[in-house]
């Protein structure tokens, strides 16, 4: 159920995040005020976060920025690339210091479906007559393992320019959408048996067929043992279009946001309610 009124959020068990546009900017770590909030919904709550991001990436935005002690991080679970990986941390043994972030699955795709991926973007890009920007950051398509992703400018363009980085990311999108949609619709006809999602704000992810953040939601109920019905959802892009919209399939409860300023609200709110 779409929530719009923040005093008709119910208490649940388990708050599930996006994370680009939602608890971040794109690509980049929490800022000091969030880190702050999100250490306090941990210290109460179990929290997941999906993205279509990698889990290097989602470690940087969340894991390592937020200093969490271990007794915080167990209540913290990362779905990376579109759920089709799972990352819990485990505490090591007592004075060890080995504890870490511990893979619990993962559904790689097969070498010959990651051929075949690349080669549909590069005949959408040949039939769109479509050019790359002259100067891009790192890999256009990158193998994920578990998911390949095209970005606009590169996989890289926020590590290398950072702030600026950011800006054209969000310049793009507000230009140039259409054209993202454009070119997802079209490798999607060369991959009737995979997944595409227009996804983030310069990415389209492709990964093996059913896999949403719908099936997220799924797969956190089934290795957190929570109900859809006990979760709620925070996300920037629950419309139709956006790669956040599969989760109102779910009939969970969901939260839009626009920005993380808006989910700020959203996080005290909640902890206004512990």
């Known amino acids: 159920m779409k929530i719009t009124n923040l005093n008709k959020i119910k208490p649940k068990d388990l708050i599930v995040f996006d994370v680009d546009g939602t608890l971040a900017r794109t690509k980049s770590p929490m800022d000091k005020e969030m880190e702050g909030l999100f250490r306090k919904l941990l210290a109460t709550k179990q929290v997941a976060v999906i993205s279509g991001a990698k889990h290097e990436i989602m470690k940087m935005q969340l894991a390592h920025s937020l200093k969490a002690s271990p007794l915080l991080l167990k209540n913290l679970f990362l779905f990376p690339t579109t759920a089709t990986t799972f990352y819990r941390y485990k505490k090591g043994p007592r004075r060890s210091g080995r504890g870490g972030w511990k893979q619990v699955y993962a559904l790689t795709l097969s070498a010959d479906k990651v051929k075949k991926i690349k080669k549909a973007f590069e005949k959408v890009f040949k039939e ?18 578990s998911q390949v992703s095209f970005s ?30 454009e070119i997802a619709r079209r490798v999607a006809k060369y991959l009737p048996e995979l997944e595409v999602h227009a996804a983030g704000f310069t990415t389209i992810d492709v990964t093996n067929k059913g896999i949403d953040k719908g099936y997220g939601l799924h797969q956190i109920e089934k290795y957190l043992h929570v109900p859809i019905k006990k979760m709620l959802f925070v996300g920037d892009a629950i419309s139709p279009g956006g790669n956040d919209y599969a989760v109102v399939k779910t009939g969970v409860d969901y939260v839009p946001v626009k920005n993380p300023q808006d989910t700020k609200r959203v996080v005290r709110h909640i902890l206004n309610q512990i």
């Open 152 to 181: 606009i400018f590169g996989q890289d363009i926020v590590k290398v320019l950072g702030a600026k980085g950011i800006k054209m990311k969000e310049e793009w999108k507000e230009k140039h959408t259409p054209v993202k949609m």
């Open 128 to 145: 769109m007559n479509y050019r790359h920007p002259q100067k891009v950051y790192g890999k256009l398509i990158e193998n994920r393992g």
